[in-house]
């Protein structure tokens, strides 16, 4: 499944400069801030505490930072904090492009998810 959503998403964003601004591992949520046209979004995954080990000493990210794809590609790896920036990196890419309104805001995300299905207007 996160296979399908990792090819999904970076062929959706074939063609559109989207930055890493900023990344964060962290317990229980580690987040990732990407940048689209200026404008700043923040994508937040929990850190399974069941799976992570702890670290004794800092750890180098082994995938290049500033390459988008590369973030990505990570949601499906088995190291817990590749995964976790990965699927954080996959969200925060998700908030910078669905449009709602001021009446999409005032209803509860499992409403407006039964309502519109996959038919929400997305920004291409």
């Known amino acids: 499944m996160i296979e399908d959503i990792v090819k999904r998403v970076i062929d959706f964003i074939d063609g559109k400069d989207i930055k890493i601004v900023d990344f964060s591992f962290a ?8 940048e689209v046209g200026g404008k700043k979004s923040l994508g937040v995954a929990m850190t399974l505490l069941e799976e992570y080990k702890g670290h004794s000493e800092k750890r180098k990210i082994e995938f290049d930072v500033g390459n988008i794809e590369d973030f990505i590609n990570v949601a499906n790896d088995f190291d817990i904090i ?15 492009f669905i449009k709602l309104t001021n009446e999409d805001l005032n209803k509860d995300v499992a409403n407006l998810i039964l309502e519109n299905g996959s038919s929400h207007q997305i920004d291409k």
């Open 27 to 34: 317990l229980p949520y580690s987040y990732v801030l990407v």
């Open 82 to 96: 590749n995964r976790t920036l990965g699927l954080a990196t996959i969200n925060a890419i998700s908030q910078s």
